[in-house]
Structures are given as structure tokens and as C-alpha cells.
């Protein structure tokens, strides 16, 4: 059995389930463009219906702006960083039904406009890997560690971006919210996951950016959950994390266990 050294810690290691946004690739490079899209578009929308938003631009989807109103930063807490897709579709087609639009308007009218607010990231493919997750994940696949992604995102987005970064033949499973009927923090994924590696949660590790990955693996019962925060960022909101890595290199695996 393979051990991974991170600090002092020694974490016997049967498998490794990750997360996706912001733990394997980089969460604003991806999800900013996205965001400012839809934010954009419904904003216009809004104002044609007389309205506005209900709270602060920045409090829709936690979002930080600059002074000129681009997306700079986000909430590691908030929606844009957790909610699934269905999620973030009922919370923005809210801010439609309070300016009088009717209910299934409002979600058909979202799901349009994220829809080009998608097609606007697929043309830019703006996805890159974490510092040091690739040489990472070499060396998990020479010690045979099976690998999984368990994401917010839909399954086919996830395998896309992996696909993106050249990353999709290193993980043997990924388990987007489409595919479960619990998202994060429930451990449902991480079960389901942990079935198609071929293991039991007790024998996984999680990895991820949000203190819901941390929950996640804990209510499935894994065996440790590592926080991801990038150096040099304050990572007091990962309080259930075992321990906290700011990147990949401080990971070392011992592929003989000894």
C-alpha cells in the first residue's frame, strides 16, 4: 500500500478522490469569464424588466470586483465555488421571478443564458492545471494509486476540461452532480466513486478546495480530507481538514509503503 508523506503526517493511501474547480485546475481562469458572461447578460435582462438585483452584484454568486467591475476574486464559501449547476440555476432564476418573471420563464431563461455564457468558455479553453498537480499525479499513477474526480460540475463538463488540460487518462472514475441525487457536502459521490475504484470510503482520500469537499469526505467516511489552498491565500475556511497543502510538491509518495 502506497503512503503519502505530507508533513507529519503519514496517510496510508488506496485511492485519492479530488475535486475539480480550484483543486485541479485553476478556478478563475475557468469560472470568471463565466460568471462575468452571466452576470452581464442577466443584469440586461433585469434592467428590461424595470429591476435590478435583489442583493449586492457581488453577494449573487460571491463574486470579488475590481473598481471597474471585473470579477477579481471569489467567495470560497459561496455558490460559485460549490453549488451544483441546478443550484446555481434556481438562485439566479430567483433574482428573475423577484423582478415578475414567472417561475419556469425564469429557468428556461437562465439556462439560456448560461448556455452562452459556456459556449464563450469552450472557444477561449482557458483551463490550466495547479502548480505541480501533473508531476503529482504521475507519480500517484507509477505507484498504482487509482484516481477519481468528484466535481459540482456535470459529468460531461468535467471530462472536458480534463480533456483540456490532457489530463483525463490519469483518473479511472469522475462523478459530476448529474450523476448522483445528493450533491456536496452529502457523501454520495464519494461513495459512488469509491465503487468504481474499487474501494472502500474508509480507504480514499479526498482533496479539495472548499470546506463542503471536506464535509463531503468526512460524511462518506474516508479516511483523511486534505484542504487545498494555494499559497500565500488565508485558509481559515477550511476548518475540517485534516491537514492543508498550498501545493502539490508538498505531497510525497511512497509507493512501497515503507
Known amino acids: 500500500m502506497a503512503i503519502l508523506q505530507i508533513k507529519d503526517l503519514q496517510i496510508p493511501c488506496q485511492g485519492i478522490l479530488f475535486d475539480k474547480d480550484g483543486t485541479l ?17 442577466l443584469e440586461t435582462v433585469l434592467a428590461d424588466l424595470g429591476a435590478g438585483f435583489t442583493v449586492e452584484r457581488e453577494k449573487v454568486l460571491g463574486t470579488i ?9 471569489y467567495d470560497r464559501q459561496g455558490p460559485l465555488a460549490i453549488a451544483t449547476v441546478d443550484e446555481s440555476t434556481g438562485l439566479l432564476a430567483g433574482q428573475l421571478y423577484a423582478a415578475g418573471m414567472p417561475w419556469n ?35 500517484c499513477q507509477a505507484a ?33 452532480c448529474d450523476r448522483v441525487t445528493l450533491g456536496k457536502p452529502d457523501g454520495e459521490s464519494v461513495i459512488l466513486a469509491c465503487g468504481e475504484l474499487h474501494i472502500l470510503p474508509h480507504q480514499a482520500i479526498v482533496i479539495g478546495d472548499s470546506n463542503g469537499d471536506m464535509q463531503m469526505g468526512r460524511n462518506a467516511g474516508v479516511a483523511h480530507v486534505i484542504g487545498f489552498c494555494p499559497q500565500g491565500e488565508q485558509a481559515a475556511f477550511l476548518q475540517d481538514a485534516d491537514v492543508i497543502i498550498g501545493d502539490y510538491l508538498e505531497i510525497r509518495v511512497n509507493p512501497n509503503g515503507g
Open 144 to 176: 498504482s494509486i487509482p484516481l477519481a474526480v468528484v466535481t459540482s460540475d456535470t459529468t460531461s463538463a468535467a471530462i472536458e476540461h480534463l480533456e483540456w488540460m490532457g489530463l483525463r487518462s490519469f483518473f479511472t472514475s469522475i462523478v459530476g
Open 105 to 139: 420563464d425564469a429557468i428556461t431563461t437562465i439556462r439560456k443564458l448560461s448556455s452562452t455564457a459556456i459556449q464563450e468558455i469552450r472557444l477561449r479553453r482557458q483551463a490550466q492545471p495547479m502548480p505541480g498537480l501533473v508531476t503529482f499525479l504521475q507519480t
Open 25 to 41: 485546475l485553476e478556478f478563475l481562469q475557468l469560472w470568471g469569464p463565466w460568471a462575468q458572461s452571466l452576470l452581464n447578460q
Open 65 to 73: 470586483h475590481d473598481s471597474e467591475g471585473r470579477i477579481v476574486g
